[in-house]
């Protein structure tokens, strides 16, 4: 798995391209939540699934499926009086949708574990992206303050930190770009 920095950071990345007025602390902090809930699976090592599982590590809480699932249920529950079938409720959607898918993506870059099961519950099959730059974190945070640990930050910072904010400085100048025009 990526680290809960790199999770964030596409939080915030996708963020961006959304308009100003979507720009709360709780858009933000509910994005980042969504991009890190997935690896809540881990407590199933506690009840002995294992890996392979659909229920175990990177499995159904890494699909498609638990991913819009998730972006409605966010909307629905901190959002209220949002309609969700409006553009904005729709808008949302997407948004924490986008948050919790960007954790597949992220693991698939990754050099460990099983994969993962992008399209659970209809496949458990396990899923790496052909190219696999980003060094997998270690679970649990004493083990993340090792050398380990160390490797994961360098890996992260070049493999998702400067893609991250060069789309971030991107978006940013698009939308100045659009309100000088």
Not at 107 to 123: E, I
Request: charge should be positive; proline fraction near 4%.
């Amino acid at each position: 798995m990526a680290s809960v920095f790199a999770h964030a950071l596409a939080a915030v990345t996708i963020g961006k391209i959304y308009p100003n007025k979507y720009s709360s602390a709780k858009f933000w902090l509910l994005g980042a939540a969504c991009t890190i809930l997935p690896d809540a699976d881990v407590v199933m090592f506690a009840f002995d699934v294992p890996c392979e599982h659909v229920l175990g590590h990177r499995g159904f809480s890494h699909s498609l499926v638990f991913s819009a699932i998730l972006g409605i249920i966010v909307t629905a529950v901190f959002y209220r009086s949002i309609n969700l079938g409006s553009k904005q409720g729709i808008a949302l959607i997407l948004y924490f949708t986008l948050c919790t898918a960007s954790h597949i993506l992220l693991d698939a870059l990754t050099n460990g574990g099983l994969g993962v099961a992008v399209f659970a519950p209809f496949d458990n099959t396990r899923y790496f992206l052909p190219w696999r730059p980003v060094q997998v974190s270690p679970i649990g945070v004493s083990n993340f303050f090792s050398e380990w640990g160390w490797r994961v930050i360098k890996s992260e910072l070049l493999w998702v930190g400067l893609p991250a904010l060069a789309a971030i400085l991107s978006f940013s100048i698009l939308k100045t770009s659009k309100h000088k025009v």
